[in-house]
């Protein structure tokens, strides 16, 4: 089957920088998946990774290290509209797209 | 036009009624999905259509009925759901089921309330 680990709850003040880890469990791996969510609002897709390495879109950078089964999401500059819900998410081949428990990103003033 | 519409925006429901959920996507996608998800938990995948297909059930109770009528509509009928079926239920469609990993797109929900 396919697992994953997130933390809970992140807090972190508007301009810094935080980082959001998601280890994950998975027979086969075809790639692991950021989203956001609002409260109220739908998941929206912000990070993709297939391979190993670092991936920038704007303020938002993702990572992964296959041989560790391991990744995270960067969020720098922080703005207050980023407190959300982040979720991380893997396929596998012939499973399911799971998505991880996620993470609640407060930001403070 | 990235967007995935969903009917209706709030729906409550009665233990013996018969209702129906919508999802439309106009982006010419060939995957479509429907999630559960319950108040601070992920959203949990329960049935998956690709290309009209059913090609996914996650040991979802019959009381769920998932309908692909063509290729940009997705219909999830209800009957004789019980109270913990009260979720925000979520549709999706991606190009592909190889691309949900990275290009997932979720519309805005039907908040399902069963009393």
């Known amino acids: 089957g396919q697992s994953l680990e997130q933390p809970s709850e992140v807090t972190a003040v508007e301009g810094a920088i935080v980082q959001i880890n998601c280890t994950y469990q998975t027979s086969g791996f075809y790639g692991l998946s950021w989203y956001q969510q609002h409260d109220g609002g739908a998941p929206t897709f912000l990070s993709y990774n297939a391979l190993d390495g670092l991936e920038e879109t704007g303020r938002f950078s993702s990572f992964l290290s296959r041989s560790d089964s391991y990744g995270y999401l960067l969020l720098q500059e922080l703005q207050m509209k980023d407190s959300a819900s982040y979720f991380c998410a893997v396929r596998s081949r012939g499973q399911n797209f799971v998505f991880g428990p996620g993470t609640r990103l407060s930001v403070l003033p | 036009d990235t967007e995935v519409t969903q009917t209706p925006k709030h729906l409550v429901m009665g233990m013996t009624n018969k209702k129906s959920l919508k999802c439309e996507q106009h982006m010419g996608h060939r995957a479509m999905y429907w999630y559960k998800q319950k108040a601070k938990k992920p959203p949990e995948l329960m049935f998956v259509?690709?290309?009209?297909?059913?090609?996914i059930n996650e040991s979802v109770p019959s009381r769920f009925s998932p309908e692909c009528p063509n290729s940009s509509l997705l219909n999830l009928h209800l009957h004789a759901l019980q109270p913990e079926d009260s979720a925000l239920y979520l549709c999706?469609?991606?190009?592909?089921?190889?691309?949900?990993?990275?290009?997932?797109?979720f519309g805005p929900g039907t908040r399902l309330t069963v009393t």
């Open positions: 999706a469609s991606s190009p592909g089921r190889d691309t949900a990993t990275y290009e997932q797109y």
């Open positions: 259509y690709s290309y009209e297909k059913l090609s």
